[in-house]
């Protein structure tokens, strides 16, 4: 625990990404293989479930720290982020042998299933003798959401230095779903088990926004393959020795939320593995992004829910073909690939269609089409480099995504709130209102695209203008106007305005609009397809 | 009628015609200290510690100024007025103000932990106090000051043994002299930015500091090798900074204690010393004065009033224009 606390206040002491990654390497060749392997699941956002509920922890934190559990919740909000609270209000100087990380874990696992007095009891004595960093560490081991600045990329990197382990190797060693309750550092990193590997996917291969200027004067038209980036679920299909699984690109595996894929169990051959995007689809039109998250969200798929909302795979792009790894084959052969085996199994009842790949001879053609994106129900271009294998994570290059120009809105700023991490501290997350008979309305949520300057200054107004407060969301005089741009727009029951938008971000601060130019629900609406 | 009243230009003491820490021009002002927020431009005579004077002086220019010494009474139309010290920065006191039995203490800003070039913080029985409350949270506990000092100078010698310059950067008055006074001066050799070493001048008459030589627009980089650079903040990002070669960046302030704070500020390394009390500090302030009454002025004010009450104190926040939750945004610009 001391070892890997050290870790992350090194990690946090630095924003150097060479530094980043010396300093992860030594941890991964020092540590023990059992505390390294959790690290490395800690580091990839897989946790040990929750073995108590945030709001005893802060019951306990604030009769530990001696002070009323209004001050704790105060205080909380203000630090922005509960284990560093708990960190702070319950500090001691430390000195007592912290457990190692993985006994510290294995204890966290088995403690889900004691009594509140048990865990009560143990929480309470880490608290007391851990130091601050170690006790932030063990907070948020025990709340989640570990994010030090660190992706899963870097983590990577060093962890291919301290095994000497191509990295590419190991990003696919290290996917899917394991825990180091089942596996470990050796069976996982070192030495991997094919018998394991049936339902292990490959990393997905990521795509940067394109730089147009510079892209569109540098590149030949013909050399790329263009297709429509679809609105949906990134998602990986695997068929392999009888079974098939689906994989987002969370790395959840989501083969049980769509049983309508499972006839392509025995339409497609064995050992076949096909990136796609996941998209609601019904009676041959494209459906609405919103609809997919219902089906994601139930725990059990009804009929009726199938019916409702059907979905396909848009399939673009093969990765293993008679189990062989085609990765390093030419996005053209594999497109290739793809085409000849969709056609072959192709059926009526068949949930699996084909991205259409577009090649033009000119950039101009190439912007006609995006122009269509809306019509066509896509987000707008993926543009792929017709020689390119397919890579690991994001990568500068190859694959380029340039999306349809953003709609956008002149709306008002109504509320605020604190931030987290970074922002902690400001009021940096912002929430904008339209007009509707002579009311504001709220209509969406939103906290980036303002400069550091921008959101100083806008802190101190709201610090200034404060109608009311409720815990760490502020209400403010309406009396600033913002350009919000968003993606999708779709009707909603959800929402009080009736309507939801997707990717809402600030664009611009509208220093020259008063609030009574500021747009009415009325014109949102019109924007709807 | 209390005896000091808030107005829309400060705190004022009607009976003696006289405000502390006006945030206008005013006739006459008693000032604690030489921060910006608290010792104003604009007022005809200036009243202070006698530490503080030369210290006014050289941000506020040609003023009138007349300096006593701590523990010094003087009477102003029947109103006996005092400074104490209040161990926020050299020359920084506390007002305390009798008139008829009744007396009030206005703290200006203050920490209760000695930091080694102010005088130390003095309690001073009153009936009511009126607090600062910058770190009045409970989050807020500052550790041991040598233990910060000790880990400053490790991280300059390492810097100096990787052949690495070390920018340590905090506020010109106060902080950046705490700060030179614990540096460990046989790593290397110390340097200051202008702004850093004239307060540092300032300073030197009633200080020992160790030696320090200003980066002048012939400083090369390779003399600075390896040595400590003091600035203020506002230096991070701006062309300055450039000329001093290969960095590990350093911020001083109470402010990083949190996290997020450290994470925006993005220096290499923040450590945590603060020139105002902490929770503790501002709580065992309050108790030694022995007042009923506590009015909170700045930071988290109205958190701080509220616990206090629940304790049992009358108490109450006061707005005024001295810089709070955004004095570490401000210090920066």
Redesign the interface.
Known sequence: MRRFATLVKML?????TNKKVDTLTQYFKEAPKKDGLWAVALLSHRRPSRPVTTTLMRNWAAEL?G??K??FE??YH????LA??IA??T?KEGGVAAPSLSACIEKIIILKSQTDEEKKQYILSQWKSLNYFES?VFNKILTGGFRI?VSQKLMTRALSRAVNVDEKILAHRLMGQWTPQTTSFERLILHPNPEDQISQPYPFFLAYPIEEDLFFKKEEADQWHIEHKWDGIRAQLILRKGSHFLWSRGEELITDKFPELEVLKNLLPRGTVIDAELIPFKNGFIGNFQDLQKRIGRKTVSKKLQEDIPIVLMAYDLLELDGEDLREKPLWERQEKLDVLLKKFKSSDCPLLLSKVYRFKNWKAVRLEREQANKKRSEGLMIKHKEAPYGVGRQKGSWWKWKSDPKSIDAVLTYAMR????????YTDYTFALWEKGELVTFAKAYSGLTDIEI?KL??FV?QNTLDRFGPVRQVTPQLVFEIAFEGIAPSSRHKSGIAVRFPRISRWRHDKKIEEANSLDDLKAMLP | MPLLEFTSKGIYCKQADVYLDPWRGVDKALISHGHSDHARWGTKQYITNEINVPIIKHRLGNIIASGRKYNETFTINGVQFSFHPAGHVPGSSQIRAEYKGEIWVFTGDYKTQADGISTVFEPVPCHTFITESTFGLPVFQWEQPQKVHDSINQWWAQNHSEKTTSLLMGYSLGKVQRLLKHLDSSISKIYTHGATEHMTQVLRQFIDFPRTELITRDTTKKEIEGSLVLAPPAVLGSAWIKKLGLLSTGYASGWMAFRGARRRRAVDRAFVLSDHADWKGLLSAIRATGCENVITTHGYTELFAQYLKEQGWNARTQKTQYESETEEILVAE
């Open positions: 946090d002491a630095t924003n150097k720290a002070i009323p209004w001050l105060e205080s203000i630090v922005g982020d560093e609270a702070l209000l500090q932030f600045g931030g987290h991490g970074r922002r902690t501290n400001l100083k802190d101190q610090k």
